[in-house]
């Protein structure tokens, strides 16, 4: 199920501990970020051990506008993740909110 702007908005002023991945680029994490671990889209599947324990707890994914991050849920629910949910619009609706 994915995950609206606004809810993830509220849950992270809230201060709540969010297993959270931004899965753009080194240069578009740079330029702007909500505080996310920077896993680009094309390392992920080698990276997937350092996510080993979150299979059964929510994972949220985003990038800029929800297109590498729905292929990086997908990735991720084939590897045995149950909860992963995409941020609906990315960073260009989070920041436009």
């Known amino acids: 199920m994915d995950i609206t702007v606004q809810e993830l908005k509220e849950r992270l002023d809230k201060g709540e501990k969010l297993n959270l991945f931004d899965v753009r680029e080194p240069n578009e994490y740079e330029a702007d970020n909500i505080g ?3 896993i680009p889209l094309g390392d992920l ?5 350092e996510l080993d324990g979150l299979q059964d707890e929510e994972v949220i994914v985003h990038c800029r506008s929800g297109k590498r991050s729905a292929m990086a849920q997908q990735i991720l629910e084939e ?3 149950n909860n992963v949910r995409n ?3 990315g960073m260009l609706a989070y920041r436009a909110q």
């Not at 599947?45 to 051990?49: A, E, I, K, R």
């Open 36 to 38: 996310a671990t920077l």
């Open 45 to 49: 599947p080698h990276q997937l051990d």
């Open 79 to 81: 590897n045995g993740f």
């Open 87 to 89: 941020v609906i619009g």
